[in-house]
């Protein structure tokens, strides 16, 4: 199948596949993020998860050596920690000399940051968990958006909506390219996506349960064996308490192969879901 649309385009990637962002000390590093840019998707570096700056530019020269295919930086912005404007300084700076050409803010406001890279002539996507952010974002100049809806994971916003709200209803009220994330974990939540009006995706638990991820392999399992039919888990994950764990996408992911593998499935599996729907006399 062959992807060619506005994201596609805006981050020069094959399919419009993008991995999360990972705060988490020494996840979000270039192993997964070079391992899906090299797959066609595009690969993030979360600066929060690096020890300091000096780890960052050694890193950003891995995934360089890794792979010659985009990949992008993620600037994650805490109220009140000390993840702010000025602590991503010598970050920013290393991004901008390092020529990478799309960055992500998320979480608190970005504009600050997203303003500096924009100015620099990079594309600027800020990820947030509230239709009202995202409208609020957009005003302020990113060139798209990436909505987490409630069943995603993160921190909960009590004014949250589901990943179906956030692509269809707040697709209307959003002035730029919107990018589904929340508990998409496989080819259906991806064309599914598609179909409700998103330019493309954005997974962190599913790109967790892959070879590459640096995290133990016990954790990995907890991915594949996690029942979603599991009352206090899934308490945990609608509830406003909801820290950096696995998201309901984990409901139709059971194995742990390598990006390679994972990316080559939701492309091969995604043409039969449109084959599916051709059969049906839908989407001729
Ligand atoms: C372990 C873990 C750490 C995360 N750390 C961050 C972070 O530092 N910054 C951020 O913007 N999002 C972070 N996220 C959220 C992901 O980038 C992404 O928005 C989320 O995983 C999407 O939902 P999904 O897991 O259902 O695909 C994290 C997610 C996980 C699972």
Redesign the pocket.
Known sequence: MRFDNVLTRMLGVRYPIIQ?????PG??TSAIAAAVSEAGGLGIL?T??YKNPDQFAEDVKQAKAATDKPFAV?F?LMKDTKFTNDWHEEYIRITLDEGIRTVFT??YDGSVIGRRFKDAGCNWIH?CATIEHAVSIAKKGADAVVL?GL????YKNPNQNTTLINMTAARRLVPVPLIA?????DARGFVGALAMGAVGV?????F?ATREFQAPDKLKQKIVNQSILDSDYNRKIYGQDHG??????CGVIDSVPPVQTVIETLVREAEEVMAELKSWGMAD
Do not use: D, F, P
């Open positions: 999360g962002a990972y705060g988490w996840t979000g979360t929060i998860c993620n994650t998320s979480a990820k987490v069943e995603g994971t993160g994330a929340g508990s998409i974990g954005y997974m962190g638990t599913l967790m950096g764990r696995h998201s309901l996408a």
